[in-house]
């Protein structure tokens, strides 16, 4: 079984590990893993230049959490975290003032920025540094061009990260700009793994900027409409507010409701030129289950709050069976 997930950050990780949980129970290979080929291809508009070196937000958290290692807390960095490195570069008036790594997080960065200094794509640096943590899945960068997510506001542009955290989102946004998406091409493998699929997922990420921006990527949205493989989402909007983070100050700045089935219908059925077959939503949102169905898809409510690994597997199960591929 092949399973391709297109993944922000935190929700992404979260519901994955979950997914693989259900999969090492269902389809173990003997050896506490499992038979099933899970690809992760992750969200890279977020990543920057921060003081010389390459933060990619959603590719470590995806890595940290598969591989163990996430503060749960956060949902993002490593646990056990220190930050000497950042106190001590204030004292020299210098450092991040709103963007602060983690020693440990940081060896990261300084890792992945070495190794891209030494000529090496995105792609094989990842893959490079996740032999270290062994997520149990095969992690790709959407790309391995530079593609950063902007934000237009009244006062100018700025980098989505210092929109998300330190406005806070607070900022009122009035459009995305994806810089560099047009010239940017898929990462190897990613086009692959969209189309020799037996199903593909878009986990309870941010739809704008996390799944809008691998969308985004010339020649992904085309893989993935005509994939065989059904698509899913799960719905990242819980009675009409995000389960995390911001999402909705994004689909605000494009003119989309935050509800459950407005968002399914910002991405479109397949059918209708869109990129999904299928939409979970939490039970909260059940009433929007009626006029989904009415409209082509596969629709279906289920408890869709990822408190915990055993209960996100039940999700990761909800959301295979709505297209008939439950292990």
């Given at each position: 079984m092949k399973v391709t997930v297109?993944?922000?950050?935190?929700?992404?990780?979260?519901?994955?590990?979950?997914?693989?949980?259900l999969l090492r129970d269902r389809l173990p290979d003997g050896a506490g893993g499992t038979t099933a080929q899970v690809t992760v291809v992750a969200n890279t508009g977020d990543d920057?230049?921060?003081?010389?070196?390459?933060?990619?937000?959603?590719?470590d958290t995806l890595m940290y959490t598969l591989g163990g290692a996430v503060h749960e807390g956060q949902g993002w960095g490593r646990r056990e975290e220190s930050t000497r490195t950042?106190?001590?570069?204030?004292?020299?008036?210098?450092?991040?003032?709103?963007?602060t790594l983690g020693d440990l997080d940081l060896a990261t960065h300084l890792a992945r920025t070495s190794l891209l200094r030494a000529g090496e794509p995105l792609s094989r640096v990842t893959a490079r540094l996740a032999e270290r943590w062994r997520p149990g899945v095969r992690l790709l960068p959407m790309?391995?061009?530079?593609?950063?997510?902007?934000?237009v506001t009244d006062d100018g542009t700025i980098h989505f990260e210092e929109w998300w955290v330190r406005h806070r989102a607070a900022v009122p946004a009035r459009g995305f700009v994806q810089v560099g998406v047009e010239r940017a091409t898929p990462a190897p493998g990613v086009l692959e793994a969209l189309t020799e699929a037996d199903v593909v997922v878009l986990p309870p990420s941010n739809p704008v900027v996390s799944v809008g921006t691998i969308l985004g990527v010339p020649g992904v949205r085309d893989a993935l409409r005509a994939t065989a493989a059904p698509v899913v989402g799960v719905s990242p909007v819980v009675g009409g507010a995000p389960v995390r983070g911001m999402a909705d100050a994004c689909l605000a700045a494009i003119g989309v409701t935050t509800q459950a089935g407005a968002v399914a219908r910002h991405l479109g059925l397949r059918a209708d030129g869109g990129v999904l077959d299928a939409w979970l939503v939490d039970d909260a949102d059940a009433d929007a289950v009626p006029a989904l169905v009415a409209e082509g898809w596969r629709a279906a409510a289920a408890p869709t709050l990822m408190t915990d690994v055993p209960t996100t597997a039940h999700i990761a199960a909800a959301a295979l069976a709505l297209v008939d591929r439950a292990p």
């Amino acid at each position: 079984m092949k399973v391709t997930v297109l993944s922000g950050g935190v929700g992404g990780a979260r519901f994955t590990r979950g997914l693989l949980a259900l999969l090492r129970d269902r389809l173990p290979d003997g050896a506490g893993g499992t038979t099933a080929q899970v690809t992760v291809v992750a969200n890279t508009g977020d990543d920057l230049w921060l003081h010389g070196v390459r933060v990619c937000p959603d590719l470590d958290t995806l890595m940290y959490t598969l591989g163990g290692a996430v503060h749960e807390g956060q949902g993002w960095g490593r646990r056990e975290e220190s930050t000497r490195t950042a106190t001590d570069l204030a004292a020299y008036g210098l450092g991040w003032e709103w963007f602060t790594l983690g020693d440990l997080d940081l060896a990261t960065h300084l890792a992945r920025t070495s190794l891209l200094r030494a000529g090496e794509p995105l792609s094989r640096v990842t893959a490079r540094l996740a032999e270290r943590w062994r997520p149990g899945v095969r992690l790709l960068p959407m790309s391995d061009d530079e593609v950063e997510t902007h934000v237009v506001t009244d006062d100018g542009t700025i980098h989505f990260e210092e929109w998300w955290v330190r406005h806070r989102a607070a900022v009122p946004a009035r459009g995305f700009v994806q810089v560099g998406v047009e010239r940017a091409t898929p990462a190897p493998g990613v086009l692959e793994a969209l189309t020799e699929a037996d199903v593909v997922v878009l986990p309870p990420s941010n739809p704008v900027v996390s799944v809008g921006t691998i969308l985004g990527v010339p020649g992904v949205r085309d893989a993935l409409r005509a994939t065989a493989a059904p698509v899913v989402g799960v719905s990242p909007v819980v009675g009409g507010a995000p389960v995390r983070g911001m999402a909705d100050a994004c689909l605000a700045a494009i003119g989309v409701t935050t509800q459950a089935g407005a968002v399914a219908r910002h991405l479109g059925l397949r059918a209708d030129g869109g990129v999904l077959d299928a939409w979970l939503v939490d039970d909260a949102d059940a009433d929007a289950v009626p006029a989904l169905v009415a409209e082509g898809w596969r629709a279906a409510a289920a408890p869709t709050l990822m408190t915990d690994v055993p209960t996100t597997a039940h999700i990761a199960a909800a959301a295979l069976a709505l297209v008939d591929r439950a292990p």
